[in-house]
């Protein structure tokens, strides 16, 4: 049977509490949108928009731009800023700017597609809060939503995996730190690899599972302060200690293209543009000036996050093809002997930024698979008589997958970005925009609500597919061995 139920988590009547993706983004920018009103007139929905999405206006919460560009840019800044450094560095800062480049065009004509595409289902089918695998299924059929499903499961099992190694390796890291237990740790740590990891899942996991929504809230904002600040700091104190040498040494161009699975997947927030859709009532000018807005913020972000963290570490030391992780690098020099200031307080931020930024985003994953597998298993919605089974199928394999190989951080990452969000986030959004438009129609047989909204007709569908295709063939070709 087609699966169902796939609107997204924060209008999804099955989702026990709000996801975390989107409650740390409201979180994180809350304060700031209470005290900001946008000034623009209000979105003008296409014809055809149903009537029951305009229910923000009539409780008084005139839908925002500024808010929804917002939410974009939030989800935007996860942990996947972690494997920047580590991709980058062997390529160099120019290439990997220019690969950052391109993967925001790419990322950004996907998340216009997947735009035009909700907006002209939600006018045809008149349900407001489809999310992108129940429009996937309007638009491809069966076939497409399984695709779609699967690809989902992929990337949130692959991010876990990536998530409960590197947040095991700085929970141990952290508490080795501690007086009076940093030892018992570390030697439990070095007899047993997996002790970091296990222990970082059944902490969060425990607090998921059995914690409230209120307090997992609390837990969660905490963390999201944590993040802005760590990384405020890592700026201040690295920016200025950059060597403007170590940005130009370096320069690979034909390795840029390694880079751009990771590139690609931290650059991801398309799982909220239906709700923006939604949010700004299908007025497709505001909608492109959020999502385009919205994601610059992060890059502008992580360009300077590559160059604080190149313009510190040598580039030499890459030197071979070895593979060197600079946030590593960074952190020890805070143990190192006359270190100074500005080496041992970027050593002490990383650790503490690198943790904050796998919890926040731990927390989505998590809930976003307990969506998914209680809708699978056709649990009620508020029934939590499944939640002993639901949660060890979420935190049991990865954690089996970091026991056999608890040096797969980076490795889960780029084969989350490889193949999943290509998949999900470049060949379906030009998909079902090749299907739509060659129909003419959204479904039910009802006209399309809105033009297309990126340039180039079919030339520019065919690109993404071509670009998502080209690299997952090089990667499997790669893992193949035969490159």
């Given at each position: ?7 997204s ?34 979105p ?6 149903p ?5 923000d206006?009539?409780?008084?919460e005139?839908?925002s731009?500024?808010g ?15 494997a ?11 290439p ?7 993967s ?19 006018c ?6 489809l999310?992108?695998l ?7 059929g ?24 590197q ?5 141990v890291?952290?508490?080795?730190d ?35 929504a ?16 760590s990384?405020?700091?890592l ?5 200025p ?31 909220v ?8 009532r ?9 999502v ?15 160059a604080?963290v190149?313009?510190?570490v ?5 030197a ?16 190192s ?7 041992a ?18 927390f989505?994953f998590v809930?976003?698979?307990?969506d998914?597998?209680?809708d ?18 979420i ?7 970091v ?7 980076l490795?889960?990452l780029?084969?989350a970005?490889?193949?999943g969000v290509?998949?999900l986030?470049g ?41 998502s ?7 499997a070709?790669?893992?193949a061995?035969?490159?």
């Amino acid at each position: 049977m087609p699966f169902k139920g796939f609107s997204s988590p924060v209008s999804s009547p099955r989702s026990p509490r709000p996801s975390a993706h989107i409650r740390m983004n409201n979180d994180r920018k809350g304060a700031t949108l209470e005290r900001a009103e946008e000034a623009s007139a209000a979105p003008v929905p296409p014809a055809g928009w149903p009537a029951a999405a305009d229910g923000d206006a009539a409780q008084g919460e005139p839908p925002s731009v500024f808010g929804a560009s917002a939410l974009i840019a939030g989800t935007t800044v996860g942990a996947g800023i972690l494997a920047l450094p580590v991709t980058t560095l062997p390529v160099g800062f120019v290439p990997s700017t220019a690969a950052l480049l391109l993967s925001w065009v790419f990322m950004c004509v996907s998340g216009l597609l997947i735009a035009e595409v909700t907006v002209n289902t939600i006018c045809a089918l008149q349900r407001p809060g489809l999310g992108l695998l129940a429009t996937s299924e309007q638009v491809l059929g069966r076939a497409g939503s399984r695709v779609a499903g699967g690809a989902y499961v992929f990337i949130h099992y692959a991010l876990l995996v990536a998530y409960c190694a590197q947040g095991g390796a700085n929970a141990v890291s952290l508490l080795g730190d501690l007086p009076g237990v940093g030892g018992a740790v570390e030697a439990l740590a070095g007899e047993r690899q997996v002790f970091g990891p296990a222990l970082f899942s059944l902490l969060l996991g425990g607090l998921i599972g059995l914690g409230d929504a209120s307090f997992l809230e609390n837990v969660n904002s905490a963390f999201v302060v944590l993040v802005v600040a760590s990384f405020a700091g890592l700026l201040a104190v690295g920016i200025p200690s950059v060597d403007p040498s170590f940005l130009l040494a370096q320069a690979d161009w034909p390795r840029s293209f390694e880079a751009l699975p990771i590139c690609i997947l931290a650059l991801v927030y398309h799982n909220v543009v239906p709700i923006v859709c939604t949010q700004l009532r299908g007025d497709m000018g505001k909608i492109r000036t959020a999502v385009v807005a919205g994601s610059a913020v992060p890059l502008a972000m992580f360009i300077a996050w590559n160059a604080c963290v190149l313009g510190n570490v040598d580039p030499s030391a890459a030197a071979g093809g070895a593979q060197i992780d600079p946030m590593a690098v960074l952190a020890a020099r805070a143990d190192s002997a006359g270190a100074s200031w500005t080496s041992a307080a970027l050593g002490s931020l990383v650790p503490v930024f690198s943790e904050a930024a796998i919890v926040t985003s731990f927390f989505g994953f998590v809930y976003g698979l307990y969506d998914f597998l209680t809708d699978a298993l056709g649990v009620r919605p508020g029934d939590k008589s499944k939640d002993a089974l639901i949660y060890p199928l979420i935190l049991a394999p990865p954690l089996v997958v970091v026991a056999v190989n608890p040096d797969i951080f980076l490795n889960a990452l780029d084969t989350a970005g490889t193949f999943g969000v290509t998949t999900l986030f470049g060949l379906l959004p030009a998909a079902m925009a090749w299907r739509q438009r060659a129909a003419g129609e959204a479904g039910d047989g009802k006209k399309l609500a809105v033009p297309p909204v990126v340039p180039g007709g079919q030339v520019t569908l065919s690109i993404m597919a071509l670009i998502s295709l080209v690299i997952i063939v090089e990667g499997a070709a790669d893992l193949a061995g035969l490159i």
